[in-house]
């Protein structure tokens, strides 16, 4: 007989406080708005030749953001787990930016 087994995950963290959401709410703006937002300036500024170049290099920027905030707080077994862009802004903001959330859970035995 194998060991096949599924792993515990572990859930996306819970944020409690308004600071806590207001701050991943605002990381989610800023990783899925920036590409469009960075093109339509350039197009109003420049060109479209410009915006479209714009808007491939800062889709290329956006991802190494992405992936650098995703790999630097998602523990290592659910890595190969897809995460929008909500669970990558709960998740950073829980573990990096909010120590409450984490200190409540740790603290009751």
């Not at 087994?5 to 701050?23: A, F, H, N, W």
């Not at 989610?28 to 915006?51: E, G, N, R, V």
């Not at 956006?62 to 998740?91: C, F, K």
Request: net charge neutral; glycine share 2%.
């Amino acid at each position: 007989m194998s060991d096949n087994y599924i792993e515990m995950i572990e859930p996306t963290p819970k944020l409690y406080s308004k600071k806590c959401k207001t701050v991943s709410f605002l990381l989610k703006l800023f990783l899925q708005y920036t590409t469009i937002l960075s093109s339509l300036a350039a197009w109003y500024m420049f060109d479209y030749f410009i915006a479209l170049l714009t808007l491939v290099l800062s889709f290329i920027i956006m991802g190494i953001i992405r992936s650098n905030l995703r790999n630097s707080v998602i523990p290592i077994t659910q890595r190969e787990y897809h995460y929008n862009d909500q669970g990558i802004a709960d998740w950073y903001t829980a573990k990096e930016l909010c120590n409450e959330s984490n200190q409540s859970l740790t603290e009751t035995p």
